[in-house]
T-cell receptor, first 113, second 113 residues
């Protein structure tokens, strides 16, 4: 089955720790995205990548970092510099551009203890 | 003013009702309009994608776009309890080689038997 997988489903972090969220796709899509979803707010773009070894900051990139070493993978690191990291994180991919249909993974719920 | 406004609900309707979900927007550059459905603690899935004014129908779902009024709607006919979810509108533009996609905050729909 083609699709996007995210792991883990739930993640707990102590303050001051960095954590990495995994995102893998087998749809052969060029573009991948990371969004953050908070109650009462729309999805907000953290980072996106339209090609391997290249990525761009989204609207709320501070405190996050990404890499795109392989077409299939786009991991997100939430660093200790992110002041309020507790949220639902969604990874998505699309054929090429942001306005192509985006397919979402199941999400990772991150909680800072 | 937010670029995209969406009533958060919850909207509670009986099974079989016609549901109308709406979004307004302020940026006349938006060219692409999407509706996503998101079940609790899951990733969003695309329901409808349109890039022109008028209506687009897919089964029980109809997407309506009125660019002159900057208003989009999603109608659900013969609503079912399985339609209970949060519905997100999203809008995009692709001007000047810069893609942009903005999500609404989502409307929570509850369909009771």
């Amino acid at each position: 089955d083609g699709g996007i997988t995210q792991s883990p489903k739930y993640l707990f972090r102590k303050e001051g720790q960095n954590v990495t969220l995994s995102c893998e796709q087998n749809l052969n899509h060029d573009a991948m995205y990371w969004y953050r979803q908070d109650p009462g707010q729309g999805l907000r773009l953290i980072y996106y990548s339209q090609i391997v070894n290249d990525f761009q900051k989204g609207d709320i990139a501070e405190g996050y970092s990404v890499s795109r070493e392989k077409k299939e993978s786009f991991p997100l690191t939430v660093t200790s510099a992110q002041k309020n990291p507790t949220a639902f994180y969604l990874c998505a991919s699309s054929t090429r551009t942001m306005t192509d249909t985006q397919y979402f993974g199941p999400g990772t719920r991150l909680t800072v203890l | 003013q937010k670029e995209v406004e969406q009533d958060p609900g919850p909207l509670s309707v009986p099974e079989g009702a016609i549901v109308s979900l709406n979004c307004t927007y302020s940026n006349s550059a938006f060219q692409y309009f999407m509706w996503y459905r998101q079940y609790s603690r899951k990733g969003p899935e695309l329901l409808m994608y349109t890039y022109s004014s008028g209506n687009k129908e897919d089964g029980r779902f109809t997407a309506q776009v009125d660019k002159s009024s900057k208003y989009i709607s999603l109608f659900i006919r013969d609503s079912q309890p399985s339609d209970s979810a949060t519905y997100l509108c999203a809008m995009g533009s692709a001007l000047y080689n810069t893609d942009k996609l903005i999500f609404g905050t989502g409307t929570r729909l509850q369909v009771f038997p």
